[in-house]
C-alpha cells in the first residue's frame, strides 16, 4: 500500500502514526513527531538555526525546529529516503540540487520538492589575523590543490601535483608549506569551490579549457580533483573547528562561507582573490570570485502534517528574516535584490514544487 503524505493533510500528528502502521511502515516511521526536522548544509546551518530560534521565541504553539549539520550532499540524501515523520521536512544546502538528487528523491515517492532561494554566499579562503593577507588568483589555487596538474617541465601531459609550498607555484607568495583545510566530498562549499574556485583556474590552461567542449566528463574529473597528499586537509562539516586550527597554526589557510569570516573578523581575515577583498558587497554584486546562491529545499507532502513547518517557512522568507536590514543580515547572510525576494516569497507561500527536470 502507498501513501501520499498530500492526501493527509489535515490529518493530526498523532493520528499520523496509526495511518501508517496500517501502511506497514516500519516502527519507527509511526512514531509521531511534532517539531518541523532540518539538515544540510553547514554553511546555511547558522541562518536556519537562528530562524528556529526565532521562531520557537516569537510563539507558544510549536516547537522549536530541530536543525542538524549533515553536509548538503549528507542532507539531501536523508532528505531523499522518503516521506513520512522519519524523514527530514527541509534541508538546507550550499549548492542548487543536482538532477540525479531529483530523480533519487522522485524514485522514493519524495515527487513535490519545494525550493526557496535564501540569498547569497561567498566560498572564502582564509588565514589568521596574525598572518599576512593572502594574494592569489584561482589559477594559483587550482595548483595548489589539484590532484593533477601540467606538467611543469612542459608538454602537455598531466602530472600529480608536485607542489609543496606556495612560492614553488608564485614568486611573490610565501614560501610556507601548502596546507589547506576545508570541507569534505559531501559538503556544497566543496562543490561550490571547486566549480567557482578550482575549475576557472583550470580554464586558464588552453588544453585543459579545449577538453571541456570535447570531454566535459573528463574535464570536470581533472578540474575538480583534489590532492590527497596531506595539502588539503578534510576538517569535517565543523567550520567553527576550521577557526579554531586556523589560530593554532597561522601557516595554514581554511575554506569556508563568508558567514563564518564575518562573525570571526577578531581572529581572521579573508584573502583577496583575483583583486577582489570578499565583503558584503563585493558578494552582492557578484564581484567576489568565489560567490555563491543558498537554497533550502522543503518536502511539500509534509506541509500540512508536521507542526509547524509552514509557519517556520513563513518566518525564513520574512523579511525580517532575509531582508536587506534583516536578522540573517546580521549572521551574515547577503539579501537577494528586493525583486527577487518578492518572487521568493510568494513561491514559498505557494508551495510552488521544482518540476521534475531542472
Known amino acids: 500500500m502507498t501513501i501520499d503524505l498530500r492526501a493527509l493533510h489535515y490529518v493530526a500528528p498523532a493520528i499520523l502514526g496509526l495511518v501508517l502502521a496500517a501502511a506497514g511502515v516500519s516502527a519507527q516511521a ?151 583545510l576545508g570541507p569534505p566530498p559531501t559538503s556544497g562549499t566543496r562543490d561550490a569551490f571547486a566549480e567557482l574556485v578550482l575549475e576557472p583556474g583550470c580554464e586558464t590552461f588552453r588544453e585543459l579549457a579545449a577538453r571541456k567542449k570535447t570531454d566535459a566528463g573528463g574535464f570536470r574529473a581533472v578540474c575538480h580533483a583534489i590532492r590527497e597528499d596531506g595539502a588539503y586537509v578534510e576538517a569535517g562539516e565543523n567550520d567553527n573547528l576550521i577557526v579554531q586550527k586556523l589560530n593554532v597554526n597561522p601557516r595554514a589557510l581554511g575554506i569556508f562561507g563568508y558567514s563564518f569570516l564575518e562573525q570571526n573578523l577578531d581572529k581572521i581575515h579573508g584573502s583577496v582573490i583575483e583583486g577582489v577583498v570578499p565583503t558584503y558587497d563585493s558578494i552582492a554584486a557578484g564581484k567576489y570570485p568565489g560567490a555563491r546562491a543558498l537554497y533550502i529545499y522543503v518536502k511539500k507532502a509534509h506541509a500540512n502534517v508536521i507542526p509547524g513547518l509552514r509557519q517556520y517557512i513563513a518566518e525564513f522568507t520574512s523579511n525580517r528574516a532575509l531582508g536587506d536590514e534583516g536578522y540573517l543580515a546580521d549572521k551574515g547572510l547577503v539579501s537577494l535584490p528586493a525583486a527577487e525576494r518578492a518572487r521568493v516569497q510568494a513561491d514559498a507561500r505557494a508551495l510552488t514544487p521544482l518540476p521534475a527536470k531542472l
Open 30 to 180: 509511526q512514531a509521531s513527531r511534532d517539531y518541523v526536522s532540518v539538515v544540510g548544509s553547514s554553511t546555511v546551518y547558522p541562518f536556519a538555526t537562528a530562524v528556529a530560534e526565532n521562531f520557537g521565541r516569537s510563539q507558544r504553539k510549536f516547537k522549536t525546529p530541530k536543525v542538524e549539520q549533515t553536509g548538503t550532499g549528507g542532507g539531501i540524501k536523508l532528505f531523499c529516503s522518503g516521506v513520512g515523520v522519519s524523514d527530514p521536512d527541509i534541508v538546507t544546502a550550499s549548492r542548487r540540487i543536482k538532477q540525479s538528487e531529483l530523480d533519487h528523491c522522485a524514485a522514493n515517492g519524495v515527487k513535490d520538492v519545494v525550493e526557496i532561494k535564501i540569498g547569497f554566499d561567498g566560498i572564502v579562503l582564509v588565514n589568521a589575523n596574525v598572518a599576512p593577507v593572502f594574494k592569489i588568483t584561482r589559477r594559483d589555487l587550482f595548483l595548489a590543490l589539484a590532484k593533477l596538474v601540467p606538467d611543469p617541465a612542459g608538454g602537455r601531459k598531466l602530472v600529480p601535483n608536485p607542489y609543496q609550498t606556495w612560492r614553488d607555484i608564485e614568486p611573490s607568495l610565501p614560501a610556507d608549506r601548502i596546507e589547506v
